[in-house]
């Protein structure tokens, strides 16, 4: 006997409700529209992932290449 059958539930009947975070978003975005202050943090939060992200693939390119010239040095 499963828990269902002995707590008088039908396992067919049963339905769950889920979450995507889509309603959360929506929130968001339409407390952004109303708020300038709001969307002015997001706008800034996103160039300083941009140019941290780009900082961090330019340095990893500088190692590569520095990597190279100690390789041909040293050959």
């Known amino acids: 006997m499963n828990f269902f059958s002995f707590e008088g539930l039908s396992f067919s009947k049963l339905r769950g ?37 780009s900082s961090c693939k330019h340095r990893d390119a500088l190692r590569a290449q520095y990597q190279e010239e100690l390789v041909k040095a040293f050959n």
């Open 17 to 53: 409700q889920g979450y995507d975070g889509a309603s959360n978003m929506t929130a968001l975005v339409d407390v952004t529209k109303k708020n300038i202050d709001v969307a002015s943090l997001f706008t800034t939060a996103n160039t300083l992932v941009n140019v941290v992200r």
